[in-house]
């Protein structure tokens, strides 16, 4: 598939999403489009039915969170320039409600200044992806944040990556099947940072989510932990990348053509 290019808006019907007629019992992942130019919501919902999911569509930020309250999608496709409530507000009004706070979110949007993108995972996106975009690696993406727990599962205290393997009630991690003699702030470090692939942390988030006995040296020494820990990661060391000006990340998986999911 090509690329997709915004394009400008048309007047043109609005694009009705089909509704799931099967009878088998595999239930259907539902997706919350919220985007307010119209040929591009129709483009993705057509895409994404063929894909077999079953496709909701919102054409500004209010709609968008009411429909995401009424019918608790299992994923959100969302603009961050439309109207009535921009994207980032809906995110964080997602974020703050019990009934959608562990909803999977991607941002889609024209936005590509780096810090555009820190800002959308700070309020508590998923995943990034800039217009224009590759069709085929967008559905790689909300493939790949779907196969991802979610925060309330039960297995919530597990988490796994490209051969990383993190067990928080038995405090145990390994790599590749071999297990890593981690220090406890080195497995509060890796277990935030392999739990959302992708999402760049600060130097700030990672020693609040990583606070421990030793808290304090942790505030004066987070690089050293993390060079510690990449040394112990061995061979998997490349998946904890260093963002500049920000802070530190888990590399998200790539696929053969070398997009990542």
């Given at each position: 598939?090509?690329?997709?290019?915004?394009?400008?808006?048309?007047?043109?019907?609005?694009?009705?999403?089909?509704?799931?007629?099967?009878?088998?019992?595999?239930?259907?992942?539902?997706?919350?489009?919220?985007?307010?130019?119209?040929?591009?919501?129709?483009?993705?919902?057509?895409?994404?039915?063929?894909?077999?999911?079953?496709?909701?569509?919102?054409?500004?930020?209010?709609?968008?969170?009411?429909?995401?309250?009424?019918?608790?999608?299992?994923?959100?496709?969302?603009?961050?320039?439309?109207?009535?409530?921009?994207?980032?507000?809906?995110?964080?009004?997602?974020?703050?409600?019990?009934?959608?706070?562990?909803?999977?979110?991607?941002?889609?949007?024209?936005?590509?200044?780096?810090?555009?993108?820190?800002?959308?995972?700070?309020?508590?996106?998923?995943?990034y992806v800039t217009k224009p975009f590759?069709?085929?690696?967008?559905?790689?993406?909300?493939?790949?944040?779907?196969?991802?727990?979610?925060?309330?599962?039960?297995?919530?205290?597990?988490?796994?990556?490209?051969?990383?393997?993190?067990?928080?009630?038995?405090?145990?991690?390994?790599?590749?099947g071999e297990e890593l003699p981690l220090?406890?702030?080195?497995?509060?470090?890796?277990?935030?940072?392999?739990?959302?692939?992708?999402?760049?942390?600060?130097?700030?988030?990672?020693?609040?989510?990583?606070?421990?006995?030793?808290?304090?040296?942790?505030?004066?020494?987070?690089?050293?932990?993390?060079?510690?820990?990449?040394?112990?990661?061995?061979?998997?060391?490349?998946?904890?990348?260093?963002?500049?000006?920000?802070?530190?990340?888990?590399?998200?998986?790539?696929?053969?053509?070398?997009?990542?999911?």
């Amino acid at each position: 598939m090509g690329t997709i290019l915004d394009a400008p808006p048309r007047l043109r019907p609005t694009y009705t999403p089909r509704r799931a007629t099967g009878t088998g019992s595999m239930k259907k992942h539902t997706i919350l489009v919220v985007e307010d130019e119209r040929q591009m919501a129709e483009l993705l919902a057509k895409n994404l039915e063929r894909e077999g999911f079953e496709i909701l569509v919102s054409h500004d930020g209010q709609d968008g969170i009411r429909r995401a309250q009424r019918s608790l999608p299992d994923l959100v496709v969302l603009d961050l320039m439309i109207p009535v409530v921009d994207g980032l507000q809906v995110c964080q009004q997602l974020r703050n409600d019990p009934r959608t706070q562990n909803m999977r979110i991607l941002m889609l949007t024209a936005r590509s200044e780096e810090i555009d993108e820190i800002v959308g995972f700070n309020m508590g996106a998923d995943d990034y992806v800039t217009k224009p975009f590759k069709l085929k690696a967008l559905v790689h993406r909300i493939k790949a944040l779907l196969r991802r727990p979610s925060l309330d599962s039960t297995n919530s205290d597990k988490a796994s990556s490209q051969g990383i393997e993190i067990d928080r009630v038995q405090h145990v991690a390994s790599a590749d099947g071999e297990e890593l003699p981690l220090t406890p702030t080195e497995f509060r470090l890796l277990w935030t940072l392999c739990r959302q692939p992708g999402r760049p942390f600060t130097r700030n988030e990672l020693m609040d989510t990583s606070r421990g006995e030793d808290a304090n040296a942790l505030e004066r020494t987070i690089d050293v932990h993390i060079r510690s820990l990449r040394q112990k990661l061995g061979e998997k060391s490349y998946l904890v990348e260093t963002v500049r000006g920000v802070g530190y990340r888990f590399r998200p998986e790539r696929h053969e053509d070398g997009e990542p999911e």
